[in-house]
């Protein structure tokens, strides 16, 4: 562990010299106090380096080590501590004052420094071939023993939480314990092997350029985020913030907690980040966060530098730990993926982290397995439902941004089917090109429609991981299996097959289109109809939104995969979709129109299959029912599950919302529970929504 630096074990009691002799002069003192015959019969090179020393630090030449040694040695460490205690110009000096170090834990980090860098430390070691040191450091045993030979025993136990993880010294990344290898039995403390970390010793060299280097990957921030702005389904931000509020109270009262690490995924712009940086407003946490390439450069794969990925992220978990902050790994696929031969070493390092952590993606199927259990909570990430892309919608346009009136923030929501992400960027770029005059209706409309091809391009790869089939009647369920045959043969064949679903609310159409692409073993590549089309299929001859249709056409066809399918949103079954179908021709691949009108259809072209779909059978409906209004703590008998089942075939999703609805409903008017008057009422307004959220069978 030695590192050589040349420079003279002088007697002046400041700065790192006269630590290195007091160092010294304090291994030497253990081994005198161990052994006190020992001194004349010191092996003759550590005789040498002994005498020296102690005739250096008095200034002159006499008194060798003779009986009154230890007396002589006492007198200079009192000496030596008196003026490193006033120093404030050394490296060491400025470090113990920024971390506000006691004494004693000063004075372990400096007897460490010294026996990783003093060549006067290493003479004298090795001339005395002591055992309580290695190339992993020193044995916390005998560090503790030369330090504070006269501590009391009530003393000791206070000086041994120095090394304990929770202590200063070691969550803050100055101490590096050795606990072996992999796998071997934990040792006790006092036999543990101590130094100080490469990060804390380049520092007290005024070395500090693999700092430097490493700082280049770190982006520090206290993001200014209201909770409010984060839209996500309201079970799920309690569960988040009450998780991480309780691990805060509980180290406030001193507890120490296991670890706490998030793991958020779901499709982008759902809000992984923004709850993230949330968090970090909410509790004035640091927020440290991998940072991003300078523009124009390559993204830099950890493994193509020279410093292992391993440093990385224990370097941005010390900082987080030292900043008592929270370290956000965005897309940790990247690291964390079930290929990446660096995966174990970083799950280590996570599960050996105090603090806390958020891991977020967009690709759970790509994470290795062995992170869920290291996953304290895994949150899910939706994408919005209607009412929740309303509440964005406005969230958006709130504060600095100049609308005008009659903004329909609903229209918006029923039209584009986006995540949060997705509506903010829309709204931007909607302020940016009204400038000073108020937002109108028609710029977050042209700039949603921009939006929505991007849309298009994310999801796919959220939709190929697969989904669970929504609960239909058996008739309906019977004829998606037949979907599926039919699908397999047209794939095969390298042929077109377009089918149309049609007759539940748009979510659950939605959820069928990507659960028949996983039975088919291909992606989903979902598209906003209104993104596609010229206009609604009844409007009048074509006019210049022609020419701007098909060209998105033709780019949506040009940027879809060969082995995914397309769905087509279509969520009030009337957009103009002649020339989309005209383009997709006879081109091979699977292709859905889900058509979410309640009426006859009123968009135009040839399928292959029209595919109604049912709510589940009477029975079912029965218990899906009891399921929906208990989440909503709503009481629910026998009766009324049935009288509910027989008097509205409505799907699952239809009845969790008009459950959560009614549940609103009685909160509203200050009652604590929703009554069967109420899931009626909510029954009937959604009812009467707009086309953009059918709720009922044929």
Not at 378 to 389: A, K, T
Request: proline share 6%.
């Amino acid at each position: 562990m030695s590192r050589e630096r040349q420079g003279p074990a002088g007697t002046d009691p400041s700065g790192a010299d006269g630590w290195h002799a007091w160092s010294a002069l304090t291994l030497l003192r253990a081994v005198l106090r161990r052994r006190p015959a020992h001194a004349g019969i010191l092996p003759p090179s550590a005789r040498r380096v002994a005498e020296s020393l102690l005739a250096h630090a008095r200034g002159d030449d006499g008194g060798g080590l003779d009986d009154g040694a230890l007396e002589r040695i006492e007198a200079e460490l009192a000496r030596l501590r008196s003026g490193l205690e006033t120093d404030g110009t050394s490296e060491l000096a400025r470090l113990s004052e920024r971390l506000g170090l006691t004494p004693p834990e000063r004075e372990v980090v400096a007897f460490l420094y010294s026996s990783q860098v003093s060549p006067l430390f290493a003479a004298l070691r090795e001339g005395l071939q002591l055992k309580g040191f290695s190339d992993e450091g020193v044995r916390i045993g005998f560090l503790l023993e030369a330090l504070f030979p006269e501590a009391s025993p009530p003393e000791a136990v206070r000086l041994r939480r120095i090394f304990h993880p929770s202590g200063k010294l070691v969550a803050q990344g100055i101490l590096a314990l050795d606990t072996g290898p992999d796998g071997a039995e934990e040792p006790d403390l006092l036999s543990t092997q101590v130094a100080l970390s490469p990060r804390t010793l380049n520092r007290l060299l005024g070395d500090d350029a693999s700092y430097a280097f490493l700082s280049a990957f770190l982006q520090t921030e206290i993001p200014r985020v209201e909770e409010h702005r984060v839209v996500l389904p309201r079970r799920l931000k309690e569960q988040v913030l009450g998780a991480v509020e309780g691990w805060i109270e509980a180290r406030r009262r001193g507890r120490t907690p296991e670890p706490l690490v998030l793991l958020f995924f779901g499709p982008s712009g759902t809000g992984k980040t923004l709850l993230a940086q949330a968090i970090s407003s909410k509790f004035g946490m640091p927020l440290i966060r991998m940072r991003l390439p300078s523009p124009g450069r390559r993204r830099p794969r950890l493994v193509d530098t020279y410093w292992d990925a391993g440093d990385l992220i224990r370097f941005i978990l010390r900082e987080a730990q030292a900043l008592q902050g929270i370290a956000f790994f965005d897309e940790c696929d990247d690291l964390f993926s079930a290929d990446s031969f660096v995966s174990q070493t970083l799950l280590l390092e996570i599960e050996r982290h105090a603090g806390m952590t958020i891991l977020a993606t967009n690709s759970p199927h790509r994470l290795d397995r062995a992170l869920d259990r290291r996953a304290s909570l895994r949150v899910p990430f939706p994408l919005p439902g209607r009412e929740e892309r309303r509440r964005i919608w406005e969230v958006h346009l709130e504060g600095d941004v100049k609308a005008a009136p009659g903004i329909d923030c609903q229209e918006l929501a029923d039209r584009f089917f986006f995540a949060g992400g997705y509506i903010r960027n829309a709204v931007h770029v909607a302020a940016l090109r009204a400038g000073d005059r108020p937002l109108r209706q028609e710029d977050l409309l042209e700039a949603a429609r921009e939006q929505a091809v991007h849309f298009c391009e994310d999801v796919s790869n959220e939709a190929a991981a697969g989904g669970d089939m929504p609960e239909f009647s058996a008739a309906s369920r019977e004829r998606l299996a037949g979907i599926v045959r039919v699908g397999r043969d047209a794939i095969a064949r390298g042929v077109t097959l377009r089918v149309r679903l049609r007759g539940v609310p748009m979510e659950d159409l939605r959820a069928a289109a990507a659960a028949l692409a996983w039975e088919l073993r291909i992606g989903a590549f979902f598209c906003a109809a209104d993104a596609i089309s010229a206009g609604k299929a009844d409007s009048s001859p074509p006019g210049p939104g022609k020419s701007e249709s098909e060209g998105a056409v033709r780019n949506l066809l040009a940027a879809l995969p060969a082995d995914c399918a397309l769905a087509v949103l279509d969520p009030g079954g009337e957009a103009d979709l002649d020339l989309f179908w005209k383009l997709v021709g006879s081109r091979p691949g699977i292709y859905f129109h889900l058509d979410g009108s309640r009426g006859p259809a009123r968009s135009r072209g040839f399928f292959h299959f029209v595919v109604d779909l049912e709510p589940p059978e009477r029975d079912r409906r029965a218990e899906l029912w009891r399921e929906a209004l208990g989440r909503e703590g709503i009481p629910c008998d026998d009766a009324l599950a049935r009288s509910l089942a027989e008097g509205h075939a409505v799907s699952p999703s239809a009845m969790a919302e008009a459950a959560r609805w009614a549940h609103w409903r009685a909160l509203a008017e200050g009652r604590a529970t929703a009554t069967p008057a109420d899931v009626e009422a909510a029954l009937r307004e959604l009812g009467r929504a707009g086309s953009g959220h059918p709720l009922f069978g044929n």
